[in-house]
């Protein structure tokens, strides 16, 4: 049976956030950059894993996050790395370091790794959280697909603007010529390192939110029931609330 | 956004509904004060606060706004992750556009701020011009 049928919520969900959703659980499910789809999938459920983890939550309440000792409340498929940077972007993110990232380079989980499970961790949650939001419960996950990871990295990534590599602005050229056209911005370069996972959050994104073009639009849209000032009342309110300064 | 998007509408928005109380939501904004309270359940994970939250959303505004609101709060609680998770800096045009909101809201006291330097007196010259830069293009964008 297909993934987000939503058949029994009380409230009618727009055919493009279904869409959407559906789209993002098929790619979860195959080979990614750097992940197997049994490794995405097992990130996705190390988000969920993350909100109900004890050392999280008691990491959380720390001065440092290296004050608190212990395991998190993971699975059996990831190595511990993996499932601490999860778990981190989860519910720390706002302490993740330079320092962080490389520690973790050094010791086996690259940069590049790193971005795809950033991307993972990030739009698994937004679509669980989209869920929450409703009272419905989560979507079971995707059964993964066979298959080895393409291992890619676009050649013009390049450090310079935070914590990993990206493409730079005139970067959007060759196989990546679609992410952007004239103009970019941080946040959209952010993942570039790894390119499908811009491509993945960005085909939510414009659902749950709104599409570049949108963007630019400061009405009301068609289809939504909200207009631009309530959209950003809401998105303030969030981004506030996780002390977002970007 | 929520600021420019006020400026380019004409429209009364008061900025402390970003971190504000319910007294900061009089004005353009329809179904503020629920937004608010349903956003904030949301971010802060507080199920039976988020129960009351939806449920009055839900009365007030109709399920077609619940819904997008769960969407934009969804969308939201990626972005902020995707930006801390890599420590990119706001982007200097974006910088200067909200340096009156950065300074208004008291935004640097967030610790991701230090992934954007301040600035100084030459983003505080351009944040001059570049709001009402921005107001004209998006203006012109949207016809």
Known sequence: ?246 | MLSLSADITESDVNLQMINGDESATGGDVDHAAALMKFAEAVASRDEAALAGARKELLDEAGAEVLVDAAAVAGNFQRMVRIADATGIPLDESSAAVSYGVVNELDLRRFSSARNTPPGGLKRKLMSLIARPMAKRMFKKMAK
């Open chain 1, 1 to 246: 049976m297909p993934h987000y049928q939503y058949d029994n919520s009380p409230y009618p969900i727009r055919s493009g956030l279904t869409a959407a959703y559906q789209g993002y659980w098929s790619a979860l499910a195959r080979p990614g950059s750097w992940f197997s789809g049994s490794e995405r999938v097992a990130i996705a459920a190390e988000v969920r894993n993350a909100v109900n983890c004890p050392l999280c939550a008691e990491r959380k309440e720390a001065l440092s996050p290296y004050a608190v000792k212990g395991e998190h409340l993971g699975g059996p498929v990831l190595d511990a790395r993996v499932i601490d940077a999860v778990h981190r972007v989860i519910t720390d993110q706002s302490r993740i370091t330079q320092a962080f990232i490389d520690d973790n380079a050094a010791n086996g989980l690259s940069e590049e790794h790193y971005v795809e499970l950033v991307g993972i961790a990030v739009v698994v949650f937004s679509i669980d959280e989209f869920n929450r939001a409703l009272g419905l419960p989560l979507e079971p996950l995707p059964e993964p697909e066979a298959g080895e990871p393409e291992c890619y990295r676009p050649a013009q990534a390049e450090r310079g603007t935070g914590f990993v590599a990206m493409i730079p602005a005139d970067g959007a050229t060759g196989r990546e010529a679609d992410l952007w056209k004239d103009r970019t911005a941080n946040v959209l370069r952010a993942l570039t390192l790894v390119p499908n996972a811009v491509r993945e959050w960005m085909a939510v994104g414009n659902e749950q939110y709104l599409s570049m073009k949108g963007m630019t639009q400061f009405g009301s849209f068609e289809g939504r029931a909200l207009n631009r000032m309530q959209i950003e009342l809401v998105a303030g309110r969030v981004s506030s609330y996780n002390e977002c300064f970007y």
